[in-house]
């Protein structure tokens, strides 16, 4: 009985094989792969394959962190009750929630911010994420602004920035905690939250302004 010949072919590798090795390779040898020619090849796969999805390793971990951020999002929308949250409880779901996500990659998320000075506040591989965040926040702003939770000020164009200062303190605070069950966390995405949303809210100050222009528009 003849043998059929059959020609070897390479594996094809999805989109989301090649973040799942690339995650994997980084932990087990302690820096990325030396080239996209190695790292297809262990994969039994080629450079053109990657390249169908990512142009760099630095793009591909822009996505995986975009992954998990819209990964965070989907989930908070998901839950039906969502909807009537106020934007200060939309807040706490979603930084919860983040951090929930982060978990299954903590490792990762450890050795990347490890790498990164703690004065950096825009390293390269959150660059994608950034701008879902963005997305995100300034939907949560406008909301705030129409319940009257986030007063209209000069300088509100400006929250954007405020809210991702935030966003890297509490996701470094997190990589840092050593914590039971990151119970110091917990409680910093609480205060931190109730006091950033007391400053954007309307106050004593927004009062005295709205009176001094009533005083002013008097003379």
């Keep these: 009985m003849e043998k059929t010949a059959t020609k070897s072919r390479k594996k094809v590798i999805s989109k989301a094989d090649f973040k799942k090795a690339f995650i994997e390779e980084v ?7 030396a080239s996209v020619f190695a790292f ?7 450079e053109s394959e990657f390249y169908k999805h990512f142009n760099s390793f630095r793009a591909l971990e822009r996505s995986i962190w975009a992954d ?12 039906a009750a969502y909807v009537e949250y106020s934007v200060r409880e939309k807040l706490l779901a979603f930084y919860f929630t983040w951090l929930e996500v982060l978990k299954e990659n903590r490792s990762f998320v450890l050795k990347r911010f490890e790498e990164v000075p703690k004065q950096e506040m825009n390293p390269y591989f959150l660059d ?23 007063a209209e000020r000069p300088f509100t164009s400006q929250y954007g920035k405020a809210f991702w200062l935030h966003f890297m303190f509490i996701t470094r605070f997190w990589a840092n905690d050593d914590s039971t069950d990151f119970e110091k966390t917990d409680a910093a995405i609480e205060k ?3 006091l950033g949303l007391d400053l954007v809210g309307k106050g004593p100050l927004d009062s ?12």
Excluded: C
Excluded at 68 to 79: F, G, H, M, Q, S
């Design 192 to 194: 931190s939250v109730n």
């Design 208 to 219: 005295m302004i709205d009176f001094a222009k009533f005083m002013f528009q008097q003379r």
């Design 27 to 33: 932990l087990i040898s302690g820096h990325n792969p």
């Design 68 to 79: 998990w951020l819209n990964e965070t999002v989907e989930a908070i929308e998901k839950d």
């Design 40 to 46: 297809a090849k262990n994969l039994k796969s080629t």
């Design 128 to 150: 994608q994420l950034k701008k879902r965040f963005e997305d995100y926040i300034n939907e949560l702003v406008i909301e705030g602004k129409d319940t009257s939770e986030i």
